[in-house]
């Protein structure tokens, strides 16, 4: 059942924590769970309330007082996870997608052929050098040695947007750039700053959105 809405709120877990503080009138670590069953359910749509009570019960967040949940219990069971997945980044995930999407246009060959060589470009250590002497000190405009979203906003809209008009889609919106960063967002140079390894998998990710948009014109693919 944490997969229903993991996607949709992972990147989303501070700002909930914080909205739960402010709930939590009694200071005792709990809110009312149909306080909570409310923003969740802004949150994801999709997830029923039948779900959210199956979540409750697995996180052991209901060993409360009637009708409330302990929201930290919950918060901490949905996200264990988060942290891991913010430090892999993207970009593997978003490759693997891109070629099953790949194969339902092209032969199976020549897709593995033009991913294989994007892949081993990305995991290459000239690759990996470039983003951290080149483009990590030219994004970090502080030369603080960590780069904020205020920073990387402008790369990441332009990667995006680049993509998008290759493949005549509208252009990001607002929400997309921040998911993009707050994805590769990990704890260790603290939430909004991004230290070197943390901007490589975000400038991977951006890379594979890039090359994704870019097969139709790859004569790797077409010829």
């Given amino acids: 059942h944490r997969q229903f809405f993991f996607g949709a709120m992972a990147l989303l877990s501070d700002r909930v924590r914080e909205a739960f503080k402010t709930w939590d009138t009694e200071g005792d670590g709990t809110i009312t769970k149909t306080g909570l069953i409310r923003l969740l359910r802004k949150i994801a749509p999709q997830v029923t309330e039948s779900d959210l009570e199956v979540l409750f019960e697995a996180a052991g967040a209901t060993d409360?007082?009637?009708?409330s949940v302990k929201y930290l219990e919950f918060i901490t069971y949905l996200w264990s996870d988060d942290e891991a997945a913010r430090a892999r980044g993207l970009w593997e995930e978003a490759i693997r997608k891109a070629r099953e999407n790949a194969?339902?246009?092209w032969p199976a060959d020549k897709v593995a052929c033009y991913w294989d060589e994007v892949e081993?470009?990305?995991?290459?250590e000239q690759y990996i050098d470039h983003v951290r002497s080149k483009m990590f000190v030219q994004v970090d405009q502080d030369q603080d040695g960590r780069v904020s979203f205020e920073e990387a906003k402008a790369l990441i809209c332009k990667s995006l947007s680049c993509a998008a008009d290759l493949t005549k889609a509208p252009g990001p919106t607002r929400d997309e750039v921040r998911l993009a960063f707050d994805a590769h967002d990990t704890l260790v140079e603290g939430r909004g700053r991004?230290?070197?390894e943390e901007f490589v998998n975000l400038a991977r990710y951006l890379q594979v959105i890039v090359a994704e948009a870019m097969q139709g014109f790859s004569k790797v693919l077409t010829a």
């Fill in 64 to 67: 409360a007082p009637p009708g």
């Fill in 103 to 105: 194969c339902r246009m």
């Fill in 120 to 124: 081993k470009r990305l995991k290459s």
């Fill in 194 to 196: 991004m230290g070197v």
